[in-house]
């Protein structure tokens, strides 16, 4: 039995008085500019508008950032996981956007909002979110991760080398708060499960499931010492809810560092090796995760290669202060470097796996409308003359 992380039973017994803050990411994308591959300005100004509304009262701060096509709503309140306020009000500013997208012709417009209504939470409506509970300690560095043209489980690999590699992560060697290790809440995104690993001791179960990752997904990370939340990620899967392909989940993460936690370069540091992801050009390739700055998340070529954004805030009362930008770094130049050469290699491969995802993982692409057209001309058995050869038909 694995004991609740104390943050989770503070959540339970909650109080009047009690600071619980909440961070929430929600992000969606509304509409590309141009194809998509960036923002429109526009959307972007009614975003910080709206947020600039509600700064203070429903919100205690909020922050707006993008990535390739994707605008995410950064934001700290006190009405919990999944608060109807917060959704719905995460809701109106995407329909907002969508206006902005549709009366200047922008790619997609509304394309991740996928009801006509909004009902409660935005869970199962397209829009992706990331939120965790915590009690701010006096110093609370928070990174925000924003990635485009790929899915959730890009965030596996990374995490998994932040909480659960010393190779990675030299705290887990020399700090003693991280010694006793982390939990892993794994998400099955076929079938509606979870499960936790204890780890280091599960390490090995743990990696048979996240080695996966277009089925299994890292949702949260719980240090053991400090029973704190240490990383949470978004998770939904935008084909498996619309039952046909809209767009790339391009998910979002949070992940607090230092004291007993990775430090801010034991988080950054498993981006300096540009893995590869699922995704890029019609969300149907493989092709490596560039960790950018926000000036160069603009994915053109082959819709590509995936990218992947961090803003650093040193959170402060609950407010946000002026957020960093983690990979305008030139330490992260040969990660780019190196994914230019793969992306380079990979793109040779064309219509071929592996840069062509497998057909399991094609299914969720337009690949079996375009195979619908041949489904006729497939012939029972293999021996003699085909039909059409032979004149047999
Ligand atoms: C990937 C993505 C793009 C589109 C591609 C074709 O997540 O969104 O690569 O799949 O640009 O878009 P359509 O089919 O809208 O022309
Ligand atoms: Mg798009
Ligand atoms: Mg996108």
């Not at 053991?224 to 240490?230: A, D, N, P, S």
């Not at 392909?245 to 498993?270: C, H, N, T």
């Not at 058995?381 to 032979?390: C, D």
Request: with cysteine.
């Amino acid at each position: 039995m694995i004991p609740a992380p104390r943050n989770v039973q503070r959540r339970a017994g909650r109080g009047k008085g009690t600071a619980v803050l909440t961070l929430s990411i929600i992000k969606a994308d509304t509409g590309g500019w141009v194809g998509h591959s960036s923002v429109h300005p526009a959307m972007v100004e009614v975003a910080e508008r709206a947020v600039a509304g509600v700064r203070g009262s429903l919100l205690i701060d909020a922050d707006v950032q993008y990535c390739g096509d994707d605008l995410a709503l950064v934001m700290t309140h006190e009405h919990g996981l999944e608060a109807e306020a917060v959704h719905s009000f995460a809701w109106d500013v995407f329909l907002q956007t969508t206006a902005v997208a549709r009366d200047l012709g922008l790619y997609g417009a509304g394309q991740d909002l996928l009801s006509d209504a909004f009902s409660g939470n935005l869970r199962g409506m397209g829009p992706g979110y990331a939120e965790l509970e915590l009690e701010e300690r006096p110093s609370e560095p928070v990174l925000c991760f924003f990635a485009d043209k790929t899915e959730p489980g890009a965030w596996n690999m990374p995490l998994y080398k932040m909480f659960a590699d010393p190779f990675n992560t030299a705290g887990l060697v020399i700090d003693p708060k991280m010694h006793s290790g982390f939990l892993f809440e794994v998400h099955d995104l076929f079938e509606d499960q979870r499960i936790v690993f204890d780890c280091p001791a599960e390490l090995y179960h743990l990696l048979l499931y996240i080695g996966a990752p277009a089925r299994y997904v890292v949702k949260r990370v719980f240090s053991k010492t400090l029973g704190e939340i240490g990383a949470v990620t978004s998770t939904q899967r935008l084909a498996l809810m619309a039952g046909r392909y809209v767009g790339k989940d391009d998910p979002v993460m949070i992940v607090r560092a230092q004291s007993g936690l990775p430090a801010v370069g034991e988080v950054l540091e498993p981006f300096a090796f540009p893995y590869t992801v699922a995704g890029c050009m019609r969300g149907s390739h493989h092709a490596p995760f560039m960790p950018v700055p926000r000036a160069m998340a603009h994915p053109t070529r082959f819709d590509g290669p995936p990218r992947v954004v961090c803003l650093g805030y040193q959170l402060k009362d609950g407010m946000f202060g002026t957020p960093r930008d983690m990979f305008d770094d030139p330490s992260f130049d040969r990660a780019r470097q190196t994914a230019n050469e793969v992306m380079d290699y990979l793109r040779r491969h064309g219509p071929f796996e592996p840069h062509r995802l497998s057909l399991d993982e094609m299914e969720y692409t337009t690949m079996p409308a375009a195979q619908e057209e041949l489904a006729s001309r497939w012939e029972k058995g293999t021996e003699g003359l085909p039909a059409v050869v032979s004149g047999a038909k």
